[in-house]
């Protein structure tokens, strides 16, 4: 019944409890009442208690949101769980609160259910407590947590009791400010569950405690909603701590990654310096009919202050509005993690390096430090990983003499006080279960668990496998079962394959959370079958991906050269040469010390020729000879030895290309010095960076793109560009100081050039090629607003606000980039933002750019290719002179892309009509209320005046009927004249054209005729109903056809179709529709029959195209004439005929058998409605217009119609 309800409305739910207790001004006897009279502590400010004490008061409270329109009444038990009762006193009486307070509630909504035939809903409030795990109380020990998981679940537990037992219809916990309190109450309802309670739906509520978009104890919302959705609640949302205007953004961002509906209850605005709240209703449900306008909701209601009177109006300004579509499908095929930071590993996402030197077993310092007690300083060791590109962390602490239930979890507590460790998930290792369970108890994030395996048989196995699917966490299941575990390739992927069927199809564990470790073993040990355990990996791995969907697969690099402990260059060539190949054949992660990879092209090639031997086992003495390499290194111990200074000898470009290769900073300022000294090369410091700089950096990206160079190894190489720089940054301030000096104006002008606003988007930490452009465009004046990286989309704009921005610049290195891209444009769009947007980054491309990013803004946006493009680019955009040709010219090129795109597709995929139709754009008719033409029926022009028409002609197409097209930036009409090439013959041509147009004009050779006619209208699914004038019958209707195409975007784009922009049938507010036909082609005939009795064919052309150029500036006129006059929506227009082209007005005149309205056959409505033939405008056999320079087509006046393209439709049309 709830999903029947929320598929077809939005649902409200009701407002603060404790504002309405507030307002009562209860005594502390009152908070007593008769049963706790004589209870020895306050009780005043227990709002809960007042379910047993004033159950009365608690009800007619659940009436008035009931009768303010509220589906939904929240029971009064926000803080009745056992750890909250603890302050009063009054634990003991948690159960009988929480059973009272459901009762309380269901009574009422049965009541107003049974008066009004509406359903209402119970849910059951369960608050996130006054204690926190991942946050400690204490300043001096951030170890220490003031309760712990079992505890915190338990007192949800008694709570859950209580409010299933009084018939609560729905859990709900909410206000969540950390995500392990909520862990732990996900738990609990599990546990009720599985003990045999009612089950029924759940719902989380998470709260941003401020703009920075995370909760109390750090996590971003994503973060906050890969950590809870284990539990695959009915709906999910945000509520308190923010108003309704701040909360927008996070809510948005909620709803792009959850599969459920989607509540928003906020506070009523931000609060006062007093603390209360100031919004009022009609504020509150303003901003909230946004939300519902543009389908970001299922559920709204609120929060702090407000009441009653916010829900009835909440409830009126969200009900013409549809709700939000529920995505199915949402990230199928993704592993989702989460730290402080969310994490997406995507079927096409590069290798990710998971940190092992957080491993008592494989850390001798790390083990020491953990045995000493040294936890701080063990710490360093997880920021140095994280520091060096480890992407997850592994955290082992399985040794004899350690208590390795509390190291972990003191540990892990400590990493929560550190976000800049915190911020990546954790891998929990170890062989005990119990371990693994007192780590995943301390951590809010969405975990790892490294692992477990058959080797106990499938009841342990499924076991705790269902435990750890009750903590949410992903698993690693090693190739063992019980007969051991499995060297060959075969039985590796038998063992996987019947893990994978037991957890899928047993326990419906999800596949994405399946890692499989296929065992890499230690190859080269002298024993003959050892030597294809590499082979046994790789050929397993591609195996395991290729039958097992979703699965993952891992393992420990470490194990694969163990045979050769001590020596570390070999050790680190053979871990660099088995990942390039197994990373090939599917392997997703893998445990290795992110900071100790060679990239491979840089291995020795001997060292390279005996890696591949012994991993390939092609040579029977492949291990001898190993052995005999390694006893070359034996005087530096097998340590690493000094790198060769050979590669000093290069010039300084080779040198610095080097040194950025291998990630060497040792040289950098003195080598970038030597580079900024030779003048004769390099006359500026810029030079520097767009030379040598540049081109080592674009040899990493080549080779990272290419698999022979891990994320850490990158990292690197961006600090060596970064010191470059920054030893380069001074001495360019320094010449534009000394330019400015001399006065050389256009180099070093005091005011800066424009302002531009770059961040990396967020999920995205890369910034080196955002740096360097930002460098090179500072360098040639331009202001840089600079926000860094993992930029959430708000703080994006609120500073191009702030700052007066005049471009953006997005930046991006991993693929989840470009869909947060997507969404900084449409939000651009729907803020109303003007601005440029500039895309780069490595992930980028322009055909990505015109395909799935342009179409989201309505404004400029353009792929930047590197740094040496910016300059130009931003240039042109900053240029009044230069700005709209180049637009054009860059949006001509990717309408080219789009259609290549599209016609290379060998499958279009197609939404079903009715999820078409549900993808229609939201107006909001209460606000956009239409104005009533000041002329109804028809209005004819005869013989209109050609002189007032020629002014409003675009010459652009003229010229395209020549063929004559100049080259940026000399497109378009007159700079078109200037072009080097077609420069002259294009001014010939445009003479001519005065000459005969002179001519026509004095000598009245042509005719101009129109008519236009405005109706009462109204939709009707497609199509448009056109209304006699008192609206009491239809006398016409006009077909629409919807958009159907899927162009991906993952189904969030909306399907057009023009009868959206007339108000519906079901609309109270009257709209109209105009349709006009008008023609310049009267005499055309005549004046070129005369031109070819002369056989000129070039002025019979010439006659034709003025024609049409005439005949399109005529309906120019008449629709700004509709627009000031005779419909009158915009009477203050004022618009030159550039504007006017450019389409700046407001409304819409699409054309039968053009892109927005692609049918023909609408001309004979039309021609019946218009009365054209009466003027002599007709339609052929084929619909075609007579004369041929003739336009028709329909106004459209709400300021939310655009031009659209219908494309390919289904049969259903």
């Not at 569950?193 to 909760?215: A, H, L, N, Q």
């Not at 606000?801 to 729907?830: C, F, Q, W, Y």
């Not at 958009?1043 to 049938?1065: E, H, M, R, T």
């Not at 055309?1084 to 002025?1099: A, H, L």
Request: net charge negative.
């Amino acid at each position: 019944l709830l999903s029947e309800i929320l598929d077809q409305r939005i649902m409200i739910m009701d407002g603060a409890m404790g504002t309405m207790i507030q307002q009562q001004s209860l005594d502390e006897q009152t908070f007593r009442g008769e049963l706790l009279k004589d209870h020895r502590k306050d009780l005043k400010g227990n709002n809960d208690i007042l379910c047993l004490t004033q159950p009365d008061i608690i009800y007619n409270i659940h009436l008035d949101y009931l009768n303010a329109g509220a589906d939904f009444i929240e029971t009064n038990t926000f803080n009745g769980t056992v750890i909250s009762q603890t302050d009063y006193n009054t634990q003991h009486l948690t159960y009988d609160i929480n059973l009272a307070a459901a009762k309380i509630a269901k009574k009422a909504a049965d009541v107003v259910s049974r008066q009004t035939g509406t359903p209402r809903f119970v849910i059951g409030a369960l608050g996130p407590t006054n204690k926190t795990l991942s946050i400690s109380p204490s300043v001096e020990r951030p170890d220490y947590r003031a309760t712990n998981f079992n505890e915190m679940s338990d007192s949800y537990y008694e709570a859950i009791r209580g409010l299933l037992d009084g018939g609560a219809d729905i859990l709900m916990i909410e206000t969540i400010f950390d995500t392990a309190n909520a862990k732990a109450a996900i738990y609990a309802i599990d546990c009720a569950f599985e003990k045999g309670y009612r089950r029924v739906p759940v719902f989380i509520s998470g709260t941003i405690v401020d703009k920075s978009g995370r909760t109390l104890s750090g996590q971003t919302t994503e973060a906050f909603v890969i950590s809870v959705s284990h539990r695959k609640p009915f709906c999910l949302g945000l509520n308190c701590a923010l108003g309704a205007k701040e909360i927008r953004f996070f809510i948005e961002a909620l709803g792009l990654v959850t599969p459920a509906y989607v509540s928003c209850y906020p506070n009523a605005g931000l609060p006062n310096t007093f603390g209360d709240y100031d919004e009022t209703p009609e504020v509150t449900a303003r901003y909230l009919s946004e939300f519902a306008r543009d389908g970001l909701v299922n559920i709204v209601g609120g929060c702090c202050g407000t009441t009653p009177d916010h829900i009835r109006e909440i409830s009126k300004s969200v009900r013409p509005y549809a709700p939000r579509k529920l995505r199915d499908g949402l990230l199928d095929g993704v592993l989702k993690l989460s730290g402080l930071e969310p994490m997406y590993m995507r079927p096409d996402s590069l290798f990710s390096n998971i940190g092992e030197r957080c491993n008592v077993a494989g850390s001798k310092r790390f083990a020491r430090l953990i045995s000493s007690g040294q936890f701080d300083e063990a710490l360093s060791v997880a920021k140095r990983q994280v520091d060096l590109g480890a992407q997850i962390l592994d955290i082992n602490m399985d040794d004899g003499l350690l208590e390795g239930e509390d190291c972990m979890e003191r540990f892990l507590n400590l990493i929560c006080s550190e976000p800049e460790i915190a911020k990546v998930p954790i891998c929990i290792d170890s062989s005990n279960f119990d371990i693994i369970l007192a780590g995943l108890k301390c951590c809010q994030g969405k975990c790892i668990v490294n692992s477990i395996s058959l080797k106990e048989g499938e009841k342990d196995f499924l076991e705790k496998a269902k435990i750890l699917q009750k903590f949410g966490a992903a698993v690693v299941i090693m190739a063992f079962d019980e007969e051991g575990q499995a060297a060959d390739c075969q039985r590796k992927v038998d063992i996987c394959t019947r893990s994978y069927n037991l957890l899928v199809q047993e326990i419906a564990f999800d596949p994405n959370d399946i890692i499989f470790d296929p065992n890499i073993l230690t190859i080269a040990t002298g024993v003959e079958e050892h030597n294809q355990y590499g082979i046994n990996y790789i050929e397993a791995t591609r195996k395991i991906k290729a039958a097992l969907p979703g699965a993952r697969v891992s393992g420990g690099v470490s194990n694969f050269s163990f045979s050769f402990r001590g020596l570390d260059i070999i050790r680190e060539a053979m871990h660099s040469v088995f990942l390039y190949h197994a990373i090939k054949a599917g392997m997703d992660m893998g445990i290795v010390n992110a900071g100790s990879l060679p990239v491979y092209d840089d291995i020795p090639q001997d060292l390279l020729l005996l890696c591949e031997n012994l991993l390939w086992d092609r040579d029977p003495l492949g291990t001898e000879k190993m052995l005999e390499y390694g006893q070359k290194l034996k005087s530096d111990g097998g340590k690493r030895t000094e790198v060769s200074e050979g590669w000093r000898q290069s010039n300084v470009d080779k040198r610095i290309e080097y040194a950025l290769i291998k990630g060497i900073d040792k040289y950098i300022v003195e080598d970038t010095e030597e580079a900024r000294k030779y003048t004769e090369k390099y006359p500026r410091p810029l030079n520097v960076i767009e030379g040598p700089l540049m081109n080592g950096m674009n040899i990493v990206g080549d080779l990272f793109g290419s698999g022979k160079m891990f994320l850490p190894q990158v990292i690197k190489s961006a600090r060596v560009m970064k010191k470059a720089v920054a030893h380069l940054i001074p001495f360019m301030e320094k010449e534009k100081e000394e330019l400015s000096r001399l006065g050389n104006v256009d180099v070093a002008k005091s005011s800066h050039k424009g302002t531009i606003v770059m961040a990396t988007v967020k999920g995205d930490v890369h910034d080196i090629g955002k740096n360097i452009v930002g460098v090179v465009l500072a360098c040639n004046n331009y202001k840089i607003i600079d926000l860094g990286v993992m930029v959430s989309c708000d703080k994006i704009l609120q500073a191009a606000i702030k700052h007066n921005a005049d471009i953006i610049g997005l930046s991006g290195l991993i693929t989840p980039s470009l869909g947060e891209m997507i969404h900084v444009a449409s939000e651009m769009k729907r803020t109303k933002c003007k601005l440029p947007l500039l895309i780069g980054g490595a992930t980028t491309s322009r055909t990505h750019t015109a395909v799935k990013i342009a179409p989201r803004y309505n404004n400029a946006v353009i792929h930047v290719l590197d740094a040496s493009k910016s300059v130009a680019v931003v240039g042109a955009l900053l240029n009044d002179s230069l700005r709209d040709d180049f637009v054009e010219d860059i949006e001509e090129e990717y309408e080219e892309i789009r259609e290549d795109y599209y016609d290379s597709l060998k499958e279009r995929k197609y939404f079903p009509l009715e999820i078409a139709r549900s993808k229609r754009p939201q107006i909001n008719w209460t606000d956009s209320i239409p104005v009533r033409p000041s002329v109804l029926g028809r209005k004819i022009f005869d013989d209109y005046n050609l002189e007032e028409i020629v002014p409003y002609i675009d010459w652009k197409p003229f010229f395209d009927v020549w063929q004559l097209r100049g080259k940026y930036p000399n497109r378009g009409y007159p700079k078109i004249f200037k072009d080097e090439n077609i420069g002259m013959e294009a001014k010939r041509v445009f003479d001519d054209a005065q000459r005969l147009l002179k001519d026509i004009i004095q000598r009245k050779r042509l005719v101009a005729r129109g008519v236009v006619a405005y109706y009462p209208a109204r939709s009707n699914m497609d199509d448009i109903e056109i209304l006699n004038e008192d609206r009491s019958d239809v006398i016409a209707v006009l077909h629409g056809l919807r958009q159907q195409v899927d162009n991906g975007s993952s189904g969030q784009g909306l399907c057009y179709c023009i009868s959206d922009f007339i108000a519906p049938k079901d609309c109270p507010c009257k709209d109209y529709i105009g349709l006009f036909a008008v023609s310049a082609g009267f005499g055309t005939d005549e004046i070129c029959s005369e031109f070819m009795e002369k056989n000129d064919d070039y002025s019979v052309i010439m006659t034709k195209a003025l024609a049409d150029r005439l005949a399109e500036a005529f309906a120019e006129l008449i629709h700004e004439r509709t627009r000031k006059e005779f419909w009158g929506y915009e009477v203050d227009e004022n618009l030159n005929a550039k504007d006017l082209h450019s389409i700046k007005y407001k409304g819409i005149r699409p054309a039968p058998g053009y892109p927005s309205q692609p049918d023909h056959t609408e001309k004979v409505t039309m021609w019946k409605l218009l009365g054209a033939d009466e003027l002599g405008i007709t339609l052929t056999e084929s619909l075609a217009m007579n004369p041929a320079a003739s336009v028709c087509g329909l106004y459209f006046a709400n300021a939310a119609s655009v031009y659209f393209a219908v494309g390919k439709v289904t049969q259903e049309q």
